[in-house]
């Protein structure tokens, strides 16, 4: 996979900049191309082990197995950035604080600088070294914390960055400034801590009602469907007839199956929306919901086919 074929793909642009972001020791076209790959295989030897093996199992799952691959190798480097945005946003507050308790005490802006850039803030810490080396190269204050904002993308931390750049031109007392910014922030974080709290039992009954029950509930449907046309089939004297009613029960169980998808995308969606607010994220989830539903619904599919096989 050649770098400039990607070039004008904005997914790839964002990815390959999250990468870079997080410092990924893998290049992005390189980390793309191994999981396209590891995710194709990991579907071939699935869906080879399911026609050659004569498995009662869907080569519907193979694909299944091949986005949950894909996403889990995909998003690593999310769950990465995800991680490093989260601590910058909950340590911002503090550090904000301590930059104001500086500059109130008569210190510069880069002794400040240099203070955070040695505190224990994490990535934060490393953000405003950065910012601290382009103010000694030569950069005014703002152009260096716009830079800042480039290697974060985070709404809240564009937002801070603006409003401090705001007070800087305007000439209003940056501490007093800093410090009502790291309130408003340090409001803003926890409010947003609060709403997924608050959401948190709406998403477990989606994804319990979604990729446990509902699942399960179509296996021993399906079990039952299964009987009744097999043994339907097995009154029938006629070969053709017996030949287009298990053609109709294959059908039936592949149906059964497309709208377990459709039932998972939605509930997905659904969770996407109601613990991140943006549907976009819904790529995250499907794909461990699908796993998980798709697990239920065999178990639930062999186990009612042994009792009701153990009654008859």
């Given at each position: 996979?050649?770098?400039?074929?990607?070039?004008?793909?904005?997914?790839?642009?964002?990815?390959?900049?999250?990468l870079?972001?997080?410092?990924?020791?893998?290049?992005?076209?390189?980390?793309?191309?191994?999981?396209?790959?590891l995710?194709?295989?990991?579907?071939?030897?699935?869906?080879?082990a399911?026609?050659?093996?004569?498995?009662?199992?869907s080569?519907?799952?193979?694909?299944?197995?091949?986005?949950?691959?894909?996403?889990?190798?995909?998003?690593?480097?999310?769950?990465?950035?995800?991680?490093?945005?989260?601590?910058?946003?909950?340590?911002?507050?503090?550090a904000?604080?301590?930059l104001?308790?500086?500059?109130?005490?008569?210190?510069?802006?880069?002794?400040?600088?240099?203070?955070?850039?040695?505190?224990?803030?994490?990535?934060?810490?490393?953000?405003?070294?950065?910012?601290?080396?382009?103010?000694?190269?030569?950069?005014?204050?703002?152009?260096?914390?716009?830079?800042?904002?480039?290697?974060?993308?985070?709404?809240?931390?564009?937002?801070?960055?603006?409003?401090?750049?705001?007070?800087?031109k305007?000439?209003?007392?940056?501490a007093?400034?800093?410090?009502?910014?790291?309130?408003?922030?340090r409001?803003?974080h926890?409010?947003?801590?609060?709403?997924?709290?608050?959401?948190?039992?709406?998403?477990?009954?989606?994804?319990?009602?979604?990729?446990?029950?509902?699942?399960?509930?179509?296996?021993?449907?399906?079990?039952?469907?299964?009987?009744?046309?097999e043994t339907s089939a097995?009154?029938?004297?006629?070969?053709?007839t017996?030949?287009?009613?298990l053609?109709?029960?294959d059908?039936?169980?592949?149906?059964?199956?497309?709208?377990?998808?459709?039932?998972?995308?939605?509930?997905?969606?659904?969770?996407?929306?109601?613990?991140?607010?943006?549907?976009?994220?819904?790529?995250?989830?499907?794909?461990?919901?699908?796993?998980v539903?798709?697990?239920?619904?065999?178990?639930?599919?062999?186990?009612?086919?042994?009792?009701?096989?153990?009654?008859?």
């Amino acid at each position: 996979m050649k770098e400039e074929k990607l070039q004008g793909f904005a997914f790839f642009q964002k990815y390959k900049i999250m990468l870079k972001q997080i410092n990924f020791k893998m290049p992005a076209v390189a980390w793309l191309g191994l999981s396209i790959g590891l995710s194709l295989a990991v579907a071939a030897v699935s869906f080879a082990a399911i026609t050659l093996l004569g498995l009662p199992i869907s080569p519907i799952l193979a694909f299944v197995l091949f986005l949950v691959v894909i996403d889990l190798m995909l998003g690593y480097p999310y769950m990465l950035a995800m991680r490093r945005i989260n601590s910058i946003e909950e340590n911002l507050p503090d550090a904000l604080k301590q930059l104001a308790d500086t500059l109130k005490a008569g210190g510069t802006y880069e002794y400040a600088l240099r203070e955070i850039s040695e505190a224990e803030y994490g990535p934060l810490s490393k953000e405003m070294e950065n910012v601290l080396r382009k103010m000694e190269e030569g950069e005014n204050i703002e152009d260096s914390l716009n830079s800042f904002t480039l290697n974060i993308d985070s709404i809240l931390v564009k937002r801070t960055i603006a409003i401090i750049n705001d007070a800087i031109k305007a000439g209003a007392g940056l501490a007093e400034v800093l410090e009502e910014i790291a309130d408003d922030v340090r409001s803003l974080h926890r409010i947003g801590k609060e709403r997924i709290a608050g959401t948190m039992l709406q998403v477990i009954f989606i994804v319990a009602a979604g990729s446990l029950v509902a699942p399960a509930i179509l296996g021993m449907v399906s079990t039952v469907i299964q009987l009744l046309i097999e043994t339907s089939a097995g009154l029938s004297t006629n070969k053709t007839t017996v030949v287009e009613t298990l053609w109709s029960r294959d059908m039936i169980m592949m149906l059964m199956q497309v709208y377990l998808i459709i039932e998972v995308v939605a509930s997905g969606a659904m969770v996407a929306i109601t613990r991140e607010g943006k549907v976009s994220k819904s790529l995250i989830y499907i794909p461990m919901l699908l796993l998980v539903a798709f697990v239920c619904y065999y178990a639930a599919l062999f186990g009612s086919g042994i009792f009701i096989g153990g009654m008859r």
